[in-house]
């Protein structure tokens, strides 16, 4: 499948919905988009799906990423309010002591439906909360190759808010989280990503000849 990277103010991620102006990269097949941040957590829910076994090719999902999944496609065919609801509700219904990587996954979606971006930021930032509130080790495995996205996107929206200082901070964090993406496309995408937005908010002064 050819993938390029597009700037077309028309295109929208399939996933999330977000345009190119929302994200940090919008990469597009034919008739088909998907962004940086929906990478993301497709990558990570991959990981948390078992292997084949038996050379059976149907993998079972998570029940409540299943229903994750349901509700944002609600969202991206148009039924925003109502899936804003169903976000709160499961929200409410995992609470704070729910697997972190449903709550994290919920928290990114919920950023994504603000117009806000005061609630974006907020959103955003349970996100990280969550992923911070893991404390098993599986749990922990599940949500350190986030933390790089989640800090990267947080800075962002900081920067686009006014507070350049804060948003330093989320990316040093993003920086120090890089060691934890995994050594594929993914991660290597992930890595531009973090360099650019340092040179776009942090540019280092040119040195005298």
Known sequence: MSESVTTDSTAASSFCG??????G??????????CDGCVNTCYNVLQQLPGKEGGSSAVPMDSTMATIARVQQ?????GREQATAGFLGLWDQIGT???????????HY???LQNDLAEELLWKERALAAADAAQSKEEADAVRPLLASLNLNTAQTLYRLGRRPEALRHLSKAEQSQTHL??????????IEIAAFRAKIDPQ???PL
């Open 18 to 23: 977000n345009g190119p102006q929302e994200v």
């Open 25 to 34: 990269h919008l990469f597009a097949s034919p008739g088909v988009w998907i």
């Open 74 to 78: 609600v969202a991206l065919q148009g």
């Open 97 to 107: 002591g729910g697997p972190p990587l449903h709550r994290v996954t919920i928290a």
């Open 110 to 112: 919920r950023a994504d």
């Open 182 to 191: 995994p050594h594929d496309g993914y991660g290597e995408m992930l890595r």
């Open 205 to 207: 002064p040119e040195l």
